[in-house]
Each structure stands twice: as C-alpha cells, then as structure tokens.
C-alpha cells in the first residue's frame, strides 16, 4: 500500500512534464514508454546505498547487473552474454545477459621475498622491488648483458657469443626508445588514475614487444636464463604499476568498509595477459644490492638466488548485454550498440560521514537511460536493424568492460553501425547556481554531445534532424574533439568503440561538484531533463536503425584517432 502511494506521487510529478511534451516525431514510435518515474524508480535503486557504490568488482554491483538482467528478461530481450556452455545454471533466466569478465590481481608478498648475494640477504622494498610480479626462485650464476633488449630492425643483439642459459641477466639502463615510451605511459596511467580514464595509449617507437624487439625478460624466457635483474634507474612504469610491496590488511571481518588503500594494483583482465611464454622473476636493485651485484662482476664464481614471492587475487565481474532482433530480413545482421557504464567507485574516503560513492550521476543515471531505453525497444515496434544494449563494468578502473567487450564481442563489431554512449546524464545547472565546480555543468535543456565532429559528419547530420523535429536540445560541441585538455573523448567506454572504427556519439551532462563524491546521489537527479534526453537518444537509436544508409566515418579522421584505430587493430586477437 505505501508503495503504491509512493508510485502515485512520482507519477504525478512526472506528469506535470508529461502535458508539456513535445509529441515524439514519426522516427521513435514508442519514445512514450521512456518516462521520468520509471527512471525515478530505478536510479533510486541503483544508486542506493545498498549498492555500495558498485564497484568492479563488488556484490553492489553484481546485484545492480543481476536487477538489469531480471527486466530485461521480462521484457522478451534475448542475452548477449556468456555462450550457454558457460553459464551458471543458478542464474536461470538471467545468466543469458551476464558476460563475465575474469579479473586477478597479484601482489608481492614481501615477507617471503628476498635476495642472497655473496653471503649478504637483501629484502623487498628495502633493497629491490619487482618490474613484473612474476613469482619464483632463481638461483644461479650473473651475467651481465648491457640493456638487454633485442631490437631486430637495428640488428642490435646483446647477446652475441652469450649463453644464459641457468643464469641471472643483469641489465643495465634502456634503449632511448624504452624510456621514452615507458614516460608516456607513466602519464597515461596517472591521467587514468585521477580521472574517469586515461588519455590515447602511448606507442612504442621500438615497435611491438615480442616480434619487433624482446625486452630483458622476453629473451630470458626463451632462453633459460632465470630471472632478471636492473638496475634502479629505469622502469618507474613498473613500479608505478605494481604499487607497493603490501597491501594494508584486509580488516574487512573487523570493519565492513574498509578504506580501499592507496595505489594498490588495479585487477588485471587475465584475457588480456594471455600466458603463452613464461615469466621469470624481474627485479630493481636499489643502490645498495646493485653495488655489490656490480662489485661481483669480477668475480666469475658469483651466484645469486632471487625469490619473490606473490599472493594472487582472482575475482569476476560481468558485463550486461541485451539483444533485440531487427525486423528486416538483411538488415537485422547490422547493430547500433546503446551503452551506459553500470559501475562506480564504491565505498572511500568519508565526506560528512557519508563513505558510499553511489554514483547516481556516474552512471546510474545512463543505465537507467539505458534500462529505459531497452523497454521501449522491447516493447514497441522493431526497427530494421538489431540493437544490442550494454552496461559495462569496470569503466572507472580503465574502460574495463567496453575494451573487453571490443577485444572479446559477442556480435560482429564490422556490423557494427554506432555506439551511442550515455556517461551521466541527469544533473543540470540551476540558474542561480554560483558554485564553480559546476561551471561546465549543462542547463536543464543542454547536453554535451562528444563524438559526430570527430568523426562522422552523417551522424551529427541524424542527430539534427532528430533533435531539431523533438525536444530542440541545446547539443554543446563543446568537448566534441580529441585534443581538448580535459580529454573528454577519451574518458568513457565509447572510445573503445571508437578506436575500432565505429562512428560514436557520447552523451554527457559535465562534471559537477558531486562528480565521483559521495554526494552523487538520486535526490540531486534532474529526472525531466533524463526523460528529454533518454527519449532523444533513443529517437536518434531508432532513427539509426531504420534509415537504409548507416553513417559513414569522416574520410579524414584525426591523426590521434587513426592511430589509436591502428593500435586497436593491432592489438586484436
Ligand atoms: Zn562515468
């Protein structure tokens, strides 16, 4: 009975909208079904506390995917996750929409880690850290190889006349090339880690590892040396990426919600770390162990033993993916993909007491667009062709869910026609708002529109005509570029799709004084402007999936883009 009250009251506010509405243009025949309470009700489950702030991975957000898949079940949705042999048969129904992502995560237990040189025993941290967290024991004699690298198109090898087998490299600096590849990607990562992503992957002018050139432990694993040690001036990439020697102890029994401790190693998609050579240990020597690695140089009998140990970490998470069929016979095998990032930060850092990140913005509200979104598909009219609707996981850690989804679809990303992406899309400026930190936030009738000026004039063209004949948005360029400093293009799981050739559109409503604070949550949520720009979304999806020509990228695309395109074909299996 309260309920019900409860549903009549959201009702009636959302109605108010509702007689104000411009009526849907021909193109979104059932933009009806998309209203501000049914947004209301969702967002203020999946923004709620008990979804602890949906992290990747958390029980928080295994049930916000879990309560996605159980509407998309009712509503006739086929699943375009896991293949049904691997499906978890306690998930029923559900387990069609959940494509699971296996995470790890290895940390170096620095107790059981040491290294014996000369009668000397060296500790972890305190005299040398690990480049790669490869675990083992190496025992044996040193050699010393300079930098260690093999580069095949400078015919550089220095390993000329040495056999390693059975024996420890010791390396000494980087070829220019490594250093400078190794700095950018320092940059790419810290830019990953204070904000919602990272910037365009760095390339390596070396070329790719494994084919153009072997690093130091490459070599060492084809040749059976057994294990490799630097010294301490290079490789901060490495120490960067493997966080320190020990995580803070997991008080979790003690205190339900733990402060995450800084820097400690963000999971690994093990999918993407394929084992197919083997690893050896791979040390810095702080000066102290390095100086008496380089006073036994001259000594031929000098043997050292390495051994790290690692205590590793396995996890899963999943992303959700829905189907809806097309209704033309040809057409329906070409998709336009609407996606939305279903994670957040999860539980941190207290502000006013309040420790939950519930991401209601961020991006409980482009998951609920897309919740929305797929009910209206589901039950309207069917355009030609297919749609495929997707909520990622792991886009706060890195784009996650949508880099894996790209290197792993389960559809055909060549028949791929558009990703339309909503990455927070339910705050607007008030008038009277003077708070800087919500200077770049859009109006009530204002979105950002990331994506068409890019790369694909037709798409921005579909776009106009859609909104033009709606709800006349005000669609801000503002960010739609790749060289803005705050790197906007690159900060959600579109650019993914993005880099694989498919022309994007990223809807995105600009940071705000809650962006990824705890005070993110749904009572803040301007859910008119969400109806306005959920139904504009998906007119422009339905437009896109009916109109017989799909649109093309721009023949000229920017050099940044072309590069990451290249590196994204590269990188593919
Ligand atoms: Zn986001």
Request: hydrophobic share 40%; proline share 7%; charged share 20%.
């Amino acid at each position: 009975m309260r309920k019900l009250v409860a549903f009549t009251t959201l009702a009636a506010v959302a109605g108010l909208s509702l007689a104000a509405a411009p009526k849907a243009p021909n193109q979104a025949p059932n933009a009806e079904a998309i209203t501000a309470s049914f947004m209301q009700d969702v967002l203020y489950f999946l923004s709620s506390d008990a979804m602890e702030g949906r992290n990747t991975p958390s029980r928080g957000f295994d049930t916000a995917a879990l309560f996605i898949a159980s509407n998309l079940a009712q509503w006739g949705l086929t699943g375009g996750g896991d293949p049904p042999a691997l499906r978890d048969p306690k998930q029923g129904p559900l387990a069609q929409f959940l494509y699971h992502i296996e995470l790890q995560s290895s940390q170096v237990n620095a107790a059981a880690s040491s290294v014996e040189l000369a009668g000397h025993q060296y500790g972890y941290q305190s005299d040398f850290t690990s480049t790669n967290g490869a675990a083992g024991q190496a025992s044996g004699p040193l050699v010393f190889v300079g930098h260690g690298y093999v580069e095949h198109k400078q015919n550089i090898d220095p390993y000329a006349g040495i056999n390693v087998r059975g024996k420890i490299l010791v390396v000494e600096g980087q070829p220019p090339e490594m250093v400078a590849y190794e700095s950018a990607m320092l940059a790419y990562f810290r830019a990953a880690q204070s904000g919602d992503s990272g910037a365009a992957r760095p390339i390596n002018a070396l070329g790719a590892a494994g084919s153009d050139f072997l690093t130091p432990e490459q070599y060492a694993a084809q040749n059976g040396a057994l294990a490799v040690i630097h010294d301490d001036a290079p490789n901060p990439l490495a120490a960067l990426l493997r966080g320190p020697a020990t995580a803070a102890p997991n008080n979790s029994e003690a205190n339900p919600y733990p402060t995450p401790p800084p820097n400690v190693p963000t999971m690994e998609m093990t999918r993407f770390q394929p084992k197919t050579a083997a690893t050896v240990p791979s040390i810095v020597a702080k000066a102290g162990l390095w100086n008496a690695i380089l006073a036994a140089k001259s000594d031929p009998a000098a043997r050292a033993t390495v051994t790290v140990a690692s205590d590793v970490r396995k996890a899963r998470t999943e992303d959700v993916v829905a189907l809806l069929e097309g209704s033309d016979p040809v057409l329906k095998k070409q998709y336009v993909i609407i996606s939305a990032h279903l994670d957040h930060v999860g539980i941190g850092r207290a502000l006013n007491g309040d420790i939950i990140y519930n991401g209601a913005d961020d991006d409980g509200s482009g998951s609920t667009g897309l919740l929305n979104l797929a009910k209206a598909f589901a039950t309207g009219p069917r355009p030609k062709r297919s749609i495929a609707f997707i909520w990622h996981a792991g886009e706060e850690k890195g784009l996650w869910g949508s880099l894996y989804f790209t290197r792993y679809p389960t559809i055909p990303l060549a028949q791929v026609v558009t990703d339309l992406n909503m990455d927070m899309i339910g705050r607007s400026r008030a008038a009277n708002d003077n708070n800087a930190a919500d200077d770049r936030l859009t109006k009530a009738d204002e979105i950002y529109v990331i994506g068409p000026q890019v790369s694909s004039a037709d798409l921005e063209r579909t776009m106009d005509k859609v909104n033009n004949s709606y709800y006349k948005l005000s669609l801000n360029h503002f960010y739609d570029r790749t060289d803005d400093p705050e790197q906007i293009f690159y900060r959600s799981d579109h650019v993914n799709y993005a880099n694989q050739g498919i022309p994007i559109l990223f809807f995105f409503d600009g940071v705000h004084v809650d962006y990824h604070q705890p005070g993110d949550e749904p009572q803040k949520i301007d859910y008119q402007k969400m109806e306005k720009v959920a139904r504009t979304v998906y007119a422009i999806g339905w437009t896109l999936a009916t109109e017989a020509t799909p649109p093309r990228l721009n023949a000229v695309l920017p050099p940044a883009l072309v590069k990451a395109m290249a590196g994204a074909k590269a990188g593919n299996p």
